[in-house]
Nanobody
C-alpha cells in the first residue's frame, strides 16, 4: 500500500550541495522512523542519517556537520540536505521508512544516484 519515491540525485561538483527527497504515496498509513542509507561502489550499504517522528536525529560520523535530515509529516516526506560534498559521498542513496499502523513494516525507495565529481 505504500511506495517511496526518491528524487534529487544527480551530478554535483566537490564542495557543492544537493538535496534528496523521499515521498511516501498511498493512504491509510503512518510513518514512524525514517532513514537514509547509501551504498558506494565496492562497499556495503551504510546508515547515513535517521530521524524519528518527533524529530530526533542522528548521523554517521562521516557526514556530521555536512548533512541534515528533516521530515515533513504532513507531506509524508523526508529530506536529506547534503552540503560540502566530497567524492567519497558518491553512492546510491536509499530512503527507508518504518510504516504502520497495526504492524510495522520497512519500505525502501528505489535508490537515487549521487555522483560527486569534477
Amino acid at each position: 500500500q505504500v511506495q517511496l519515491v526518491e528524487s534529487g540525485g544527480g551530478l554535483v561538483q566537490p564542495g557543492g550541495s544537493q538535496r534528496l527527497s523521499c515521498a511516501a504515496s498511498g493512504s491509510g498509513f503512518s510513518i514512524y522512523h525514517l532513514r537514509w542509507y547509501r551504498q558506494a561502489p565496492g562497499k556495503q550499504r551504510e546508515l547515513v542519517a535517521a530521524i524519528t517522528r518527533s524529530g530526533t536525529t542522528n548521523y554517521a560520523d562521516s557526514v556530521k556537520g555536512r548533512f541534515t535530515i528533516s521530515r515533513d509529516n504532513a507531506k509524508n516526506t523526508v529530506y536529506l540536505q547534503m552540503n560540502s560534498l566530497k567524492p567519497e559521498d558518491t553512492a546510491v542513496y536509499y530512503c527507508n521508512a518504518q510504516v504502520g499502523p497495526t504492524t510495522l513494516h520497512d519500505y525502501w525507495g528505489q535508490g537515487t544516484q549521487v555522483t560527486v565529481s569534477s
